[in-house]
């Protein structure tokens, strides 16, 4: 190799090792990017020379020629990639699932001096007090504000469950809206990666911007990537593409405002129903098609007994005016469920019915009213009115019991995972340090030989011309 040889040898370790110290302190000042994966400046000799030997039998030798930067590649592993999308789709199911469920618990607020085992407390013992003194029209209209305060109590139940249903259904139309947000930036994301990869360069920022926008966005639902031959990635939701390419499909959210159970999400270019099998989204519809139901369901099971009991009973009883047949109670939901309109009427106290055959002064029929309380008339003659309601409550706290405990266990396992990826893919501040000195000697060293080589080319030029 010549003289000048050398030199190109020893510029090229110049710019091999500068090349990597930038690469260094890129990572450097990318240490708390959550969505930077460390990238690794991968060095390779470069082609050497064939050099004839005259004393080497006829053979060739090779002289190398330096180094050179062969890519810069990120450090990342696929199936920690993979595993983290699952379990992140499934941590945000169970906290959507756990938000809905802890929300029923404050709407239901047992115990309480305001809850609904109070106003029927209450209510019960207020019958209990008219059987006692049926001709007092004081008690009588302790009886009927309590029942008012019973009824009020279940339309406010209602009111508010249905309340945070149609809330949760906006959530959901916002889910939709970030579906679409995403999948609009990960198909402009394949654009330009396709672009600067089919150069032959390594778009290694926008990669990790494009994994870190599937990662968020698998949270919100399931999703399927693969990796096509020119770096665009395809992204589909249970079965159908959101992103293919530079395009993105959307969906569109379509809301029925008299049942919002029945609103639906559709792919806009066929019109299909999207599918969902987990993340947030799927958590929000479960929680407004299911938990909202159930329990809006079992409140109406528990008015619509205490109306059937109440109105039979007291219909066959006796106002003070002599009144019989009249019904105590209106409605048949947690929603609708009222003190008839007799009974709320100006002369409504006279027609509570507590008098059994009519006598002044018998309060046997107020007694049948207040024993309701007790009556296996619930859960097919396993439950009175206490119970069932408890069972309510009690079976609100058990789901949101499980769901906070799954929670806790995708929280582990999503720690384990992170943490696996951060040995992989994170950056060590100690470890770029090491590097940079590593790169600062060899930066040093090439630069020693190029000015060595300088010497030795300067000695020669001057020994010609002498």
Request: net charge negative; proline share 1%.
């Amino acid at each position: 190799m010549s003289t000048f040889g050398g030199i190109e040898l020893g510029k090229r370790a110049l710019q091999t090792n500068q090349k990597s110290l930038e690469v260094t302190g890129h990572n450097i000042a990318n240490a708390n990017n959550e969505a930077y994966s460390r990238q690794n400046a991968v060095q390779k000799a470069t082609r050497p020379h064939t050099i004839p030997g005259m004393d080497s039998g006829g053979s060739v030798g090779q002289q190398g020629t330096g180094v050179e930067i062969a890519s810069i590649e990120r450090a990342r592993d696929q199936f920690i990639d993979e595993r983290i999308r699952q379990e992140s789709g499934s941590s945000g199911y169970w906290e959507m699932k756990q938000e809905g469920l802890e929300e029923v618990e404050m709407i239901l607020s047992e115990p309480s001096e305001q809850g609904l085992q109070e106003a029927a407390d209450e209510f019960w013992n207020s019958l209990q007090e008219l059987s006692g003194e049926p001709e007092s029209k004081a008690v009588r209209a302790t009886v009927r504000q309590k029942s008012m305060v019973l009824t009020d109590t279940f339309n406010h139940y209602d009111q508010q469950l249905d309340e945070y249903q149609r809330s949760v259904n906006s959530r959901i139309g916002n889910k939709v809206d970030e579906i679409n947000s995403y999948g609009e930036r990960i198909a402009d994301l394949n654009q330009e990666i396709r672009s600067i990869e089919s150069s032959g360069q390594k778009a290694n920022d926008l990669r990790d911007e494009r994994d870190h926008l599937i990662e968020g966005l698998s949270k919100i639902t399931n999703v399927h990537t693969k990796e096509d031959a020119e770096n665009n990635v395809m992204v589909s939701i249970g079965g159908s593409k959101l992103v293919w390419g530079d395009q993105a499909n959307e969906m569109e959210f379509e809301v029925d405002d008299d049942d919002v159970t029945q609103s639906e999400i559709r792919w806009k270019n066929t019109g299909n129903p999207a599918q969902f099998q987990t993340g947030e989204i799927q958590g929000l519809l479960e929680v407004r098609d299911e938990e909202m139901v159930k329990y809006q369901g079992e409140l109406d099971k528990l008015a619509s007994g205490l109306v059937k009991e109440m109105n039979q009973i007291h219909g066959d009883g006796y106002g003070l005016d002599g009144s019989t047949g009249v019904d105590f109670f209106s409605g048949n939901t947690a929603g609708d469920i009222q003190v008839s309109e007799e009974i709320q009427a100006e002369d409504g106290l006279n027609k509570i019915a507590a008098s059994a055959d009519g006598a002044v002064g018998d309060g046997n029929n107020a007694l049948e009213m207040s024993k309701i309380a007790s009556e296996q008339i619930y859960d097919d003659g396993n439950a009175d009115f206490n119970d069932f309601y408890k069972s309510i409550v009690s079976e609100v706290g058990v789901d949101s019991q499980r769901a906070e405990r799954m929670i806790e266990n995708q929280d582990q396992v999503m720690s384990q995972l992170e943490q696996q990826r951060t040995k992989i893919s994170g950056v060590s501040l100690d470890e770029e340090m090491s590097e940079m000195i590593k790169f600062q000697h060899g930066y040093n060293s090439a630069a020693k030989v190029v000015s060595t080589m300088n010497e030795m080319l300067e000695v020669l030029v001057n020994g010609l011309i002498r």
